[in-house]
Nanobody, 120 residues
Framework: QVQLVESGGGLVQPGGSLRLSCAASGSISSFTAMGWYRQAPGKERELVAWISNRGSTFYSDSGEGRFTISRDNAQNTVYLQMKSLKPEDTAVYYC??????????????WGQGTQVTVSS
């Protein structure tokens, strides 16, 4: 089994920053990448970014430019640094280990999610 512990969410004002963390443990050796998705109220879950075990990164339009994904392989932890946050970034953010082919990411497991609220 895979255990995912996400943290770092919260309430932040527009223009502010947050860093999300996701610590993975258990049977994770088969996964070749880690990703972040988000789901806003009334909207479908969408990919934000993913990072391969080798450090290659991919960002969706929603994550490009303001978000940075990184990982600490020794700690099996993936991070999502978010800056210049906007109200439309408000969502539940989910950590997901998975695999990839080319630029396509295939999530395999889901964390419990961490709420990010951007509001003044």
């Amino acid at each position: 089994q895979v255990q995912l512990v996400e943290s770092g969410g919260g309430l932040v004002q527009p223009g502010g920053s947050l860093r999300l963390s996701c610590a993975a443990s258990g049977s994770i050796s088969s996964f070749t990448a880690m990703g972040w998705y988000r789901q806003a109220p009334g909207k479908e879950r969408e990919l934000v970014a993913w990072i391969s075990n080798r450090g290659s990164t991919f960002y969706s339009d929603s994550g490009e430019g303001r978000f940075t994904i990184s990982r600490d392989n020794a700690q099996n932890t993936v991070y999502l640094q978010m800056k210049s946050l906007k109200p439309e970034d408000t969502a539940v953010y989910y950590c997901t280990p998975g695999t990839y082919s080319g630029r396509t990411y295939y999530p395999a497991k889901w964390g419990q999610g961490t709420q990010v609220t951007v509001s003044s």
